[in-house]
């Protein structure tokens, strides 16, 4: 009955903020605006459209919140008057009660906030769907006192959101079970997916630790900052990290008068994306502007600070390297590729044609090269793809969802920051380089390193397993002796030949690389 109440109440909260008047306006039919006039007596809907939906998100939590956060990003498809209402859910949700988070920091820490804190700002500096956080100033176990932003978990949330993900999943299950593109489209897996990073994001620690984990990643870049966590305040409810300080990145007009050179942030936006996405298979999905600020101070002018990682996405190697492998050919304009890869990969049945995939990829992608980012739409690209996978039965693939929400992003933040930025050339060097690397030296240096321990492991062992062998045989099988030992002399022939099969292999990879670095530079 609870699916049934949360159903009923969603509904209420359409016809309440207007919502159904909101989608029939866009209609033109006259029967459809006769309809919009009679649903519409007896409501006061005199408040902004953008308004109302602002409103009406925030009413149904945390799921409907998130939902308004990525279409803010997307000002090519939303009007203006809508996208800047959508803006607010970034990082300016109704915040809750101070008292409630100073109790839930007291009920972590079974201590008093100000015993735990020299200064507690009470008043919130940012609240979100999930949380909200709070400056304060910690005393180290040096003495020394840091300031350090708190992040307090939203009370009340696993509730609802269990509630809503009930429903997703009934309404998936409805999708799956009704539809004819159910079982390639999989709603109740990428509801699953869904449900994972929802329930992590309630997870602080997790959260911690997903910093950590991109702050080591991302040291040695010089593009962007993560905060430190302080793990001895790091609680599943309550998160104490360094406090960081910048410029919100939606406010240009600030940045250029600060002397930040607004192409190059954009060209580092898209190169932090693909370096997270390939390099290490671990990325911040949820690259919305109310998470990205930007450094003025002297020592790290012009680079990123990122916020927020309850959302982060991870892929493993053989995604990486098909991906790469997309991306390449596609900045090549190498449709004949992408179509046999997404043949070789099993996302279309074996039976399709390569030519056909290839010519409908070719209708999809090809208008929009060589053109700046104000002139093209990556999702409505993506509509047409989407259009193209049902014609030739394209299986969805849900673990590569949360990549396509963050990509929307990238070009929702490249968009408002460089209109003229071209993603493709932009992101086509960091691709080729990637991919020379996957099969150079180094790669092969990598992958022998990370057998050694195996191998040392394995060599002095075989002759004591021969051996035992042939004292447990003892001297009655001479023949069988005979074939061991013919064997072994065989094996110690193969390791030379694969000794020197890899220095000449590594040769030619280095010759290889020589060619490719002339050919592309």
Excluded at 192 to 220: C, I, P
Excluded at 282 to 288: I, R
Excluded at 423 to 434: C, G, Q, S, V, Y
Aim: net charge positive; glycine share 6%; aromatic share 8%.
């Amino acid at each position: 009955m609870t699916r049934l109440y949360r159903g009923v109440f969603i509904v209420w909260i359409a016809l309440r903020y207007g919502l159904d008047e909101l989608v029939l306006s866009n209609f033109r039919h006259p029967s459809l605006r006769v309809l919009t006039r009679v649903l519409t007596v007896g409501r006061d809907l005199s408040a902004p459209r953008g308004q109302r939906l602002r409103e009406a998100l925030e009413r149904l939590g945390p799921i409907f919140v998130k939902f308004g956060q990525v279409l803010s990003t997307r000002r090519d498809l939303l009007p203006a008057d809508i996208a800047d209402e959508l803006a607010h859910l970034q990082d300016r949700v109704p915040p809750f009660s101070s008292a409630v988070a100073v109790a839930t920091i007291e009920r972590a820490f079974q201590r008093p906030v100000d015993e735990i804190f020299s200064s507690f700002e009470r008043e919130p500096v940012a609240s979100a769907s999930i949380a909200q956080v709070h400056f304060a100033t910690l005393k180290g176990r040096d003495g020394k006192e840091r300031e350090v932003a708190v992040k307090v978990l939203r009370p009340g949330m696993l509730p609802v959101i269990d509630k809503d993900l009930g429903l997703m999943r009934m309404m998936a299950a409805w999708v799956e079970g009704l539809s004819a593109d159910g079982k390639r489209l999989k709603p109740r897996e990428v509801v699953a997916e869904f449900d994972k990073y929802l329930h992590d994001e309630l997870d602080l620690v997790r959260e911690a630790s997903s910093a950590a984990q991109l702050r080591r990643n991302m040291a040695g870049l010089e593009l962007v900052l993560i905060p430190e966590m302080h793990w001895d305040y790091c609680h599943p409810e309550v998160m104490v990290m360094e406090r960081m300080k910048g410029v919100p990145i939606s406010q240009t007009e600030r940045l250029r008068a600060a002397g930040v050179d607004i192409k190059k942030l954009a060209r580092d936006g898209v190169t932090i994306f693909f370096t997270q996405v390939f390099r290490d298979g671990f990325f911040h999905a949820d690259m919305h502007p109310g998470n990205i600020q930007v450094s003025l101070d002297p020592k790290t002018f012009g680079r990123y600070i990122s916020l927020d990682f309850g959302i982060v996405g991870t892929l493993t190697e053989y995604d990486k390297e098909y991906l790469a492998q997309n991306f390449t050919a596609f900045f090549r304009r190498d449709y004949k590729r992408v179509a046999e890869l997404h043949i070789e990969s099993g996302w279309v049945p074996p039976a399709t044609r390569v030519d056909e995939l290839e010519a409908a990829i070719r209708a999809c992608c090809e208008p929009m090269f060589d053109r700046p980012l104000k002139e093209i739409s990556l999702g409505l690209v993506l509509m047409r793809l989407f259009q193209t996978s049902r014609r030739f039965q394209v299986e969805i693939q849900p673990q590569l969802v949360l990549l396509q929400k963050t990509l929307l992003n990238i070009e929702g933040l490249g968009r408002d920051l460089d209109p003229d930025l071209d993603l493709w050339n932009t992101a086509k060097p960091f691709l080729e380089k990637w991919m020379i690397d996957q099969i150079g030296p180094r790669k092969l240096f990598n992958e022998l390193k990370a057998q050694a321990p195996r191998y040392a492991k394995l060599l002095p062992e075989l002759p004591r397993l021969l051996d035992d062998f042939l004292r447990h045989r003892g001297g009655a099988d001479n023949q069988l002796m005979t074939q061991l030992l013919q064997e072994q002399r065989r094996t110690n022939q193969l390791l030379q030949k694969l000794i020197y099969g890899g220095i000449g292999f590594a040769c030619g990879l280095l010759a290889m690389q020589f060619v490719l670095r002339i050919r592309l530079f």
